[in-house]
Nanobody, 127 residues
Framework: VQLQACGGGLVQAGGSLRLSCAAS????????MGWFRQAPGKEREFLAA????????VYADSVKGRFTISRDNAKNTVYLQMNSLKPEDTAIYFC?????????????????????WGQGTQVTVSS
């Protein structure tokens, strides 16, 4: 599967953005989807994951209540709705796909080889 993320940009603190990640070349419904981010000088951080149907979701504590992951299997697309953005949310955001996995398992992904990754989209939150 190939992933193409978009929707990043510059937003003021307190604002919202919705990221999209379109998948192609694979059976989308067999993949658990996730979102991660990496800020300059920091390790990649798990944010959210959703099961193949979207019914089960897992969130990092840092974004719980502010970010929402969802997917449209008819469009082979996963979304990350980000509300109440803070300057510390500034990072490159990546979508990831992991086949035959649970959302909880996606939350523990650390190595590049453990999932398929999109190219990243920059999110900058100004204070």
């Amino acid at each position: 599967v190939q992933l193409q993320a978009c929707g990043g940009g510059l937003v003021q603190a307190g604002g919202s953005l919705r990221l999209s990640c379109a998948a192609s070349g694979g059976m989308f419904t067999s993949y658990t989807m996730g979102w991660f981010r990496q800020a300059p000088g920091k390790e990649r951080e798990f944010l959210a994951a959703g099961s193949q149907s979207g019914a089960v979701t897992v969130y990092a504590d840092s974004v719980k209540g502010r970010f929402t992951i969802s997917r449209d299997n008819a469009k082979n697309t996963v979304y990350l709705q980000m509300n109440s953005l803070k300057p510390e949310d500034t990072a490159i955001y990546f979508c990831a796909a992991k086949r035959f996995s649970t959302a909880q398992q996606m939350s523990t992904v650390r190595r590049n080889e453990d999932a398929t990754w999109g190219q990243g989209t920059q999110v900058t939150v100004s204070s």
